[in-house]
Nanobody, 122 residues
Framework: QVQLVESGGGSVQPGGSLRLSCTVS????????VAWFRQAPGKERERVSS????????YYVDSVKGRFTISRDNAKNTVYLQMNSLKAEDAGVYYC???????????????WGQGTQVAVSS
């Protein structure tokens, strides 16, 4: 059974940092895309970042480029999202999701974590 377990959310001031972790069980990450989606109140869920397949190609939404870094530790079957210089607009529930290689839209991600809350305020 595939499971995704997230951790690392919390509350920080603007300019602060957080690192989210997503540990995936019972799959080999090389064959899948793992993404972080964000859902803020009143907004649609959006793909913030993803890391794809064996080559580890990455994607970032424009609003986080240069501030967020996605990485993967295959030995631990874990994907990380390092978030630096956090802004108020980064707040929301962050979900880790597993999809087929090359997946980009939410419907192509068939397994989801429970979500972790990120709050950014002074």
């Amino acid at each position: 059974q595939v499971q995704l377990v997230e951790s690392g959310g919390g509350s920080v001031q603007p300019g602060g940092s957080l690192r989210l972790s997503c540990t995936v069980s019972n799959v080999t990450l090389d064959y899948y895309t793992v993404a972080w989606f964000r859902q803020a109140p009143g907004k649609e869920r959006e793909r913030v970042s993803s890391i794809n397949g064996r080559l580890g190609s990455t994607y970032y939404v424009d609003s986080v480029k240069g501030r967020f870094t996605i990485s993967r530790d295959n030995a631990k079957n874990t994907v990380y999202l390092q978030m630096n210089s956090l802004k108020a607009e980064d707040a929301g529930v962050y979900y880790c999701a597993l999809g087929v290689a090359g997946a980009t839209v939410a419907v192509d991600f068939h397994y989801w974590g429970q979500g972790t809350q990120v709050a950014v305020s002074s």
